[in-house]
């Protein structure tokens, strides 16, 4: 947002918000079933939303409990980098919230590098090899409050990988840009906040 979309939430398209409880029509709100995580996903499109990513049966039936409170969230960054030392940014799609480094939420069963993977080849179409951890971030600038009032505290594995495989290009779902920067060309970059901290407490950015 800084993260829009990680985490799987949706953004409105009108400003009032009906979260319905699964158990209120019958449905056991701990069930993993994917069929009724397909339910909500259908149904919040009706009411008004418009998904910015598949949203986990897990997180739908979480924010069907709890509304926009704020939740902590696992996640994985993902610092792409090549053999000229550029770094791999993305815009997110309809975003105005400058360059962002990619990645997004681990999934239930999932380890934080096979998220790193899953993410970068789903986000930009490529494959990585051998993510090395960085560092595990958190804390008040990895907060994000998105534009349906949904808010999210991530703690994210950050990662630095090269590509292995393809030719990095924007899915023009989630993500409708990208770019290579070079390390001074970052200084001057629209990064948003979450990169910017990010890449500051990695090294990569100065300051």
Not at 86 to 101: F, Q, S, T
């Amino acid at each position: 947002m800084p993260w829009r979309g990680r985490g799987g939430v949706c953004q409105e398209s009108r400003p009032s918000t009906n979260w319905s409880r699964p158990e209120a029509n019958g449905a056991d709100p701990f069930s993993p079933s994917a069929a009724w995580a397909a339910s909500f996903v259908t149904k919040a499109t009706r009411r008004g939303y418009r998904a910015l990513m598949a949203i986990s049966p897990h997180l739908a039936r979480l924010r069907t409990m709890i509304g926009h409170e704020l939740i902590q969230m696992p996640s994985v960054s993902v610092v792409v980098v090549d053999e000229r030392a550029r770094i791999l940014l993305v815009r997110h799609a309809e975003d105005g919230n400058g360059w962002a480094v990619p990645g997004g939420a681990v999934d239930i069963g999932e380890s934080p590098a096979q998220a790193a993977v899953r993410e970068i080849r789903e986000e930009i179409g490529v494959r990585i090899s051998r993510p090395r951890l960085l560092d595990v971030l958190g804390g008040p600038d990895y907060e994000v409050s998105y534009p349906n009032g949904d808010r999210v505290a991530y703690v994210t594995a950050v990662y630095q990988a090269t590509i292995a495989d393809g030719e990095p290009l924007p899915d023009h779902d989630e993500i409708s840009e990208l770019d290579w920067f070079t390390p001074p060309q970052l200084a001057g970059a629209d990064l948003n906040r979450f990169s910017r901290a990010l890449l500051r407490a990695t090294g990569h950015l100065a300051g």
